[in-house]
């Protein structure tokens, strides 16, 4: 068993769900998903991230629309669709829920102390 | 200076350096090669594109004239290289610790350095050939310099590993850019041991089989010797048949190639096609400048020697922190590299011994197969068959199925089952516990001896000169299609016959032969062996000088074997003679005996004779024991004295034969004397006769010349006498006109 690819498989699974929390404050454009990120002390390649905007946008729980740029080509900014906030929100849920169990699993000295 | 291009990206005119495009070049490629097989991979590159082309306007504000190699190293390594995306979480935790360093350099070293990424590559910064000994240097953290030296001392060995790694293993110039160039791979989806043929088959774009063949072809002249092999011949096997190059490489290969693991690496596995035109082209780059960097190593190397000769000699006691570091360093890469070595050795052991323990238990099982046929004789009914069926199939075939599952599972890289080893150990230990079992109550069964029970047998006739001991009855159980146990010979229906007897020969005090039969046995009480003894019946018959024994002592399912046997004795009157036939001798135990009567043997060695018994030789009594009868030479000293006369005579015949030899050697060369001389007359008569030959030759010439010249004056003449004829003609015409 190796750790880091526990941690890795840890860290992917949330990844999808972190960007999309993202997109759904507001219109987005990628390189500042990954400043956002970066500041949250999540760290992601942006290689690893177009390919995923990509299928997501694929699934139509995102679109773009283009905006000029004065520094370059024209920008791709996301935004997310009804679909993709349904999507989300299952999303969600399921991780209150694991948070919760893995709170509850991780802290159980704590908790015990707090019901006496 | 560099060479700056305008480039057309995203639709912008982008001022770059001919190098820096390159890279980007290549980096975009192996964008594609990577996401080939993704649904919308277009859209992706266009957005990684862009992205980049924005990154690229935004260097271009802040005031560079131009787009430069940094700048697109650190875009790609912000942006991502395909072999990291991946494993790329991992990469985020380093990344966190140094606080994204992500200078080339550095990414470079951590390549080669971090146990996360390390991957095999040819250093180009530091390189004398192709950069495989520094590249394997790098990969195992040692010191290069100790790598060219292994690689030049077993050079012999090393010479093709060397060409292969330096074809095969990208350089560390590709790796920067995300390499584009096919790379060699372990393919671990289609392997056998370990993925190096399959993975050696990609790359020189053949069929796997093909490099595995030939993996395998120093290894067929082994398994053909496999017939002439003893059970424990090994020497044969580690030494001579065992090819070390193959297997060196391919553990070499194998501990040094990456696996393909990511869908990245499978396509470099597959990439481009590796012909004999990109063979040469990298050794052509390589070699150029060799000449300079041999030299600069020799130097290096000439430099470093010093420094471990200061280190080396107590009399140097103030070397510098430098060479002290070197040491340090290169003492530790002997450590990595005697370990190594130490590993490949100890697994090469650990095979050869399983192997061995496979063989030796698989060679004990079919033994105790063969053997079962004469196990009823030997083992009661109930628990100690049972013992015994148990000892043979779990003690002895278990182990044989457990070695050669794992050594499977090993190979086939399945994951350790702890239930399934469990259950083998403990179905071992049940075997354990059956054999011990059947050891204890046979042990048990063999405990006591019976007392002697000595009878005699009645000559019909004992006062023979010569007594010939023969073997009786029939057939033996040892055919072909059952392995040969002794002491288990004959087998019929419901008996076995054990040759389980020996035979003493000592001197008679009267003039007559004699022979007595010691039965004795073993048993599991006093009682049972006397028993047994007792029931021991043996076949003695005489006939004239022919003594028959009986093929062996019967023993029938219901007493079974407790190691029933029989001496007998034979005295044998003095000036007698004795002769025991080859078959008694090679199924029984024959002693020559006098003074012994403790029926403790002594070998095949009399007391005083130092004679070696054979059998179907003719023995004769006499006062100093039994003698040959038609002795042979070197058998003792009266032969002595017969020999040396021998040899006096062969010695005189051989100085005879040579005289006899010289002699004709000397008439053959008088004969080719003469012969020669005959033939140099001849010559010179031949000689002579051409010279006449060539007088007459110029003669007849001569006179036919002389002749000629004649005709010829003639000819003229007559020629001028037509002449004048014509004339007179023509002037006659003219008057007649």
Known sequence: MDIQNTQSQMRKGVLEFCILSVIRQGEVYPSDIVDKMKAANLHILEGTLYPLLTRLKNAEYLTYRWVESNSGPPRKYFVMTDKGLAFYSELEKTWKELADAVQALTQPIENHQNQL | ?737
Not at chain 2, 2 to 23: H, L, M
Not at chain 2, 74 to 96: A, C, H, W, Y
Not at chain 2, 198 to 222: D, K, T
Not at chain 2, 399 to 423: F, Q, V
């Open chain 2, 1 to 737: 200076m560099k060479k700056v291009i305008n480039i057309n990206f995203q639709g912008r005119v982008v001022p770059i350096e001919e190098n820096a495009y390159d890279i980007l070049q290549k980096y975009v490629d192996s964008l594609k090669k990577y996401f080939a097989n993704e649904e919308g991979k277009d859209e992706i590159i266009n957005d990684i594109e862009s992205r980049i082309a924005e990154l690229f306007a935004e260097t271009l504000k802040k005031g560079s004239t131009c787009i430069s190699d940094d700048d697109v190293n650190n875009i790609i390594n912000s942006m991502g290289r395909p072999e990291d995306f991946d494993g790329e979480e991992e990469k985020v935790k380093t990344q966190l610790g140094t606080e994204e360093k992500t200078n080339n350099t550095n990414q470079q070293q951590a390549a080669f350095t971090s146990n996360v990424n390390r991957r095999l590559y040819r250093d180009e910064n530091n390189k004398v050939l192709g950069g495989v000994c520094s590249g394997i240097a790098n990969y195992f953290g040692i010191e290069p310099l100790i790598v060219r030296i292994i690689a030049v001392v077993i050079f012999g060995i090393f010479f093709i590993p060397y060409l292969i790694l330096w074809v095969a293993v990208p350089s560390s110039a590709t790796q920067v850019i995300g390499s584009v160039r096919k790379r060699l791979f372990r393919d671990t989806d289609d392997k056998i041991i370990a993925g190096v043929a399959s993975g050696l088959g990609h790359y020189f774009g053949v069929n796997p089989w093909i490099p595995r063949i030939l993996f395998l072809i120093p290894f067929l002249s082994f398994v053909t010797r496999w017939s002439s092999w003893g059970m424990f011949d090994f020497p044969h096997f580690v030494s001579l048949s065992f090819s070390p190059g193959a297997t060196i490489l391919y553990i070499i290969l194998w501990l040094i190639l990456p696996e393909a693991i990511t869908s990245a690496d499978k396509l470099e596995m597959r990439g481009e096609r590796v012909d004999l035109n990109s063979i040469k082209q990298t050794i052509q780059t390589d070699m150029e400048g060799f000449k300079n960097r041999a030299e600069k190593f020799g130097e290096e190397l000439k430099h470093k020697a010093e420094a471990f000769s200061k280190d080396f000699t107590p009399k140097a006691q103030q070397f510098g922190n430098e060479t002290a570091y070197v040491a340090k360093k290169a003492s530790r890469g002997f450590g990595d590299v005697i370990a190594l070595i130490a590993k490949i050795f100890a697994y090469f052991i650990l095979a050869v011994v399983l192997f061995s323990i496979v063989a030796a238990l698989f060679a004990v099982g079919v033994t105790f197969i063969g053997l079962s046929p004469a196990a009823e004789y030997i083992i009661n009914d109930g628990w100690q068959s049972v013992f015994a069926w148990g000892s043979l199939l779990l003690f002895i075939w278990v182990p044989i199925i457990g070695i050669i599952t794992w050594i499977i599972r090993r190979i086939i890289k399945a994951k350790n089952n702890n239930i399934m080893r469990y259950s083998f150990v403990a179905i071992w230990l049940v075997g354990l516990f059956c054999t011990l079992g059947l050891a204890v109550s046979l042990r048990n069964d063999f405990r006591y001896k019976s007392a002697p029970n000595e009878q005699q047998f009645a000559l019909n006739n004992p006062t023979v000169n010569k007594l010939e001991v023969h073997l009786s009855g029939g057939k033996y159980f040892t055919d072909k299609k059952t392995f040969k146990i002794e002491p288990f010979h004959f087998l019929e229906d419901d008996t076995v016959y054990v040759p389980n007897t020996r035979i003493r020969i000592v001197r008679s005090a009267n003039d007559s032969f004699q022979v007595s039969v010691l039965k004795v046995s073993n048993g599991f009480s006093k009682q049972q062996a006397n028993n047994l003894a007792e029931k021991i019946e043996y076949g003695i018959s005489q006939k004239d000088t022919i003594l028959s024994l009986y093929k062996g002592i019967p023993i029938n399912k219901d007493d079974k074997f407790r190691n029933q046997r029989i001496i007998i004795t034979i005295t044998v009157p003095l000036g007698k003679k004795i002769k025991i036939d080859e078959k008694i001798g090679w199924h029984n135990d024959v002693h020559i005996g006098f003074n012994d009567d403790n029926w403790r043997w002594r070998g095949d060695y009399s007391e005083d004779g130092e004679y070696y018994w054979e059998s179907d030789k003719e023995y004769i009594m006499t006062e100093k024991g039994l003698e040959r009868t038609n002795k042979s030479a070197f058998e003792d000293e009266d032969n002595n004295s017969d020999n040396l006369e021998k040899y006096k005579r062969s010695r005189e015949e051989l100085e005879r034969e040579i005289e006899e030899q010289q002699r004709e050697i000397e008439e053959k060369k008088r004969e080719l004397q003469r012969s020669l001389e005959d033939k140099q007359r001849e010559l010179e008569l031949k000689k002579n006769e051409l010279n006449k030959e060539i007088d007459t030759v110029t003669r007849y010439k001569y006179q036919k010349a002389v002749a000629d010249s004649k005709q010829k004056d003639k000819k003229n003449k007559c020629s001028s006498n037509d002449l004048t004829e014509l004339s007179s003609r023509v002037y006659m015409l003219q008057v007649a006109g």
